[in-house]
T-cell receptor, first 111, second 115 residues
Framework: TQLLEQSPQFLSIQEGENLTVYCNSS?????LQWYRQEPGEGPVLLVTVVTGGEVKKLKRLTFQFGDARKDSSLHITAAQPGDTGLYLCAGASGSARQLTFGSGTQLTVLP | DAEITQSPRHKITETGRQVTLACHQTWNHNNMFWYRQDLGHGLRLIHY???????NKGEVSDGYSVSRSNTEDLPLTLESAASSQTSVYFC??????????????FGPGTRLTVL
């Protein structure tokens, strides 16, 4: 069974601070996705990274896929209260259509 | 607009009862998935289907079953509800693509409480 470990599990910061969330595994993934989930809703895809070393930016969010495709990070610059939510990483292996999800990072950005 | 819906949104039931959670998508996606979400565990895969008449067990399938009679629906049945099945359940769908990075579209979830 492939496992994805996310850290930290909880993060509470002040508006304007920077933060990084990590997603680590001992397994290699063919692609990795990041989702954000708000209370009472299902997760929504933020980004997919597929190439080792790939970096993608989405406004103030920067996503990186590790060179060995075993880990990923999400960096948020100048966090805002609207960034509050549960961030989930999810990995896909080979041609499998199912995803393995990490345990999630609950981010709270205080005004 | 295409969407994925779940019903009911909230359900309270008693131990031992059979419960069915509905999932309906209008994306015309072949792939459908059921997850449960518990604090500290993220999303865990219960069952999934790659098309009509196809069903597969996921990581935590014991006590659950699914059937796929058409493209749009994948109902999840708890044969005899147990307190350990108290959770939030999410249905998701994705399309077939050449690669392995299909975006999954999630429903709003069903909060199930088993007393």
């Amino acid at each position: 069974t492939q496992l994805l470990e996310q850290s930290p599990q909880f993060l509470s910061i002040q508006e304007g601070e920077n933060l990084t969330v990590y997603c680590n595994s001992s397994s290699v993934f063919s692609s990795l996705q990041w989702y954000r989930q708000e209370p009472g809703e299902g997760p929504v895809l933020l980004v997919t990274v597929v190439t080792g070393g790939e970096v993608k930016k989405l406004k103030r969010l920067t996503f990186q896929f590790g060179d060995a495709r075993k880990d990923s990070s999400l960096h948020i610059t100048a966090a805002q209260p609207g960034d509050t939510g549960l961030y989930l990483c999810a990995g896909a292996s080979g041609s499998a259509r199912q995803l393995t999800f990490g345990s999630g990072t609950q981010l709270t950005v205080l005004p | 607009d295409a969407e994925i819906t779940q019903s009911p949104r909230h359900k309270i039931t008693e131990t031992g009862r059979q419960v069915t959670l509905a999932c309906h998508q209008t994306w015309n996606h072949n792939n459908m998935f059921w997850y449960r979400q518990d604090l500290g565990h993220g999303l865990r895969l219960i069952h999934y289907s790659y098309g009509v008449q196809d069903t597969n067990k996921g990581e935590v399938s014991d006590g659950y079953s699914v059937s796929r009679s058409n493209t749009e629906d994948l109902p999840l049945t708890l044969e005899s509800a147990a307190s350990s099945q108290t959770s939030v359940y999410f249905c998701a769908s994705s399309e077939i693509a050449g690669g392995s990075y299909n975006e999954q579209f999630f429903g709003p979830g069903t909060r199930l409480t088993v007393l």
